[in-house]
């Protein structure tokens, strides 16, 4: 029997359950309202139908995965996540189904593919119930994978629940068996790192939460494109504009939050759904006049950066540890705190990074811990500040450059004081496909020779019509060498120099 395989014709049984109506199509099944008479209720009956593997031992083991990682959903006791009563596999039909708690509500896709936006209260009252759901969930070591608007139910009452834990197992692999070009879908609310196919926890999910925000506050989805290439590049390289530059009376708050919540690099982002829901929350509690409250980033920590006049805004250090939330404040003083932090930091979420390189110096990075050099007559202010290398002695001091990059072909230059010493073209092999994307990987060492003092080294990576430049400083001894690390991101193509 094919289970569902033309409408007006139910299967009679699937399992124990009698099929009374079929509720609705995807892509991966259909969903029956079903009886189970066993127990006297009725329930949603999910249904999914085998994928045709040729090799039958992978397909095998993806059943023995999908509903091994389904059970372990069933585990999942919260208000905010809909209750898993079995799963199984149908013996008639060979088809795979997950009985769930029969809902009454609306899916949070029919507001998002409306196009109209959801007034921004409501909208962050449901998100921040969703992200205490995923809190659970992930306490219990469970990551859902597939968080989009389809995947929210709100009931009549108002409040959420996460539908298809354990699900997003069959729908991660359907996309991987799916020849190229012929995608079902597209990744408008996933994740960065699982767009790229690299190794994804409960901050994925989290993503896809504030992903799921967006578009609720602006009528639109935050990486909205053409096709699965366009979408999946947007992923993974462009910050969306802040919702309130697209809905009047969105507050700039919320706009931080949201970018916190869909930042590139996991380490940005908030690091567990409390921390999220709770700072959604307060921005609820501030507008019912609650009081003045303080949104607290990760903990940044600048103490090594000296930045120019010029310079991009420091970003977010990439802990792991769980950063703290919103925190209430009282007082005349805290709150004339809360407005020059708030002034300080208000770019570091949504753009952090230029199209075009910044004036240089960009960041100037002292993290020697060699004595001082011998000091010099100071120069004047039309005068270059410091000595270009000069001729390899035995007494001279060595820099060494590490350079990885994911380029699959650019431009490497260095200057020391201002002189250009190198000029290298760079080159990088694919090291993985994910999804549209040739993941590539490349790599590049030398040893420069420079006189012993302090000295300003340039590294500049161009690529394409991109451009990175860094530069730090460092003190160099006769004979001594100093390694400095340069790395290129594979996300967002930040250029980062550290000493080692």
Known sequence: MSVGSARGSLPSAIGRYQILRELGRGAMG???????????????????????LADESARDTFEQRFLSEARISGRLSHPGIVVVHDVGRDQESGA?????????????????????????????????????????????????????????????????????????????????????????????????????????????????????????????????????????????????????????????????????AMAKAPGDRYQDGRSLAHDLEAVLEEARGAGEVELVLADDDHSSIAASPSAVPPQPSSATEPAGPLVGSRTGASAALLLVALALSFGVVWWRESDEPPPAPVLVI??????????????????????????ATKEAGRLAIDLEHPLETGLLRIWVDGEMVMEEKLSGRVSKNALVFKLRKGSFSDVLEVSPGRHQVR?????????????????????????????????????TLEWS
Do not use: C
Request: hydrophobic letters at 40%; glycine letters at 6%.
């Open 96 to 260: 795979l189904y997950i009985a769930l708690e029969r809902l009454r509500g609306r899916t949070l896709a029919t507001i998002t593919d409306s196009g109209r936006p959801l007034d921004w209260k409501p909208a962050v009252r449901i998100v921040a119930g969703v992200a205490r759901a995923l809190d659970h969930a992930h306490n219990q070591g469970v990551v859902h994978r597939d968080m989009k608007p389809a995947n929210v139910m709100v009931l009549e009452s108002g409040e959420p629940k996460i539908m298809d834990f354990g699900v997003a197992t069959l729908e991660e692999a359907r996309i991987r068996l799916t020849a190229p070009g012929d995608f079902l879908g597209t990744p408008l609310y996933m994740a960065p790192e699982q767009a790229l196919g690299e190794p994804i926890d409960r901050r994925t999910d989290l993503f896809a939460v504030g992903a799921i925000a967006y578009a609720l506050v602006t009528g639109r989805a935050p990486f909205e494109g053409a096709n699965m290439a366009q979408v999946v590049a947007r992923v993974v390289k462009e910050d969306p504009p802040p919702p309130s530059s697209l809905v009047p009376g969105i507050p700039p708050r919320l706009d931080r939050i949201l970018g916190r």
């Open 459 to 495: 590294v500049q990576i161009k690529w394409e019509d991109n451009t990175r430049t860094e530069q730090v400083v460092g003190s160099f001894r006769p004979g001594v060498t100093r390694r400095l690390q340069v790395r290129l991101g594979r996300l967002r193509k930040n250029l």
């Open 30 to 52: 259909v969903v029956y309202e079903a009886h189970d008479p066993a127990l006297a209720r009725d329930v949603a009956l999910k249904v999914i139908q085998p994928f045709a």
């Open 366 to 391: 002292e993290r020697s811990v060699e004595a001082p050099p011998t000091p010099t007559p100071a120069a004047s202010p039309t005068e270059t500040p410091a000595t270009s290398p000069q001729p």
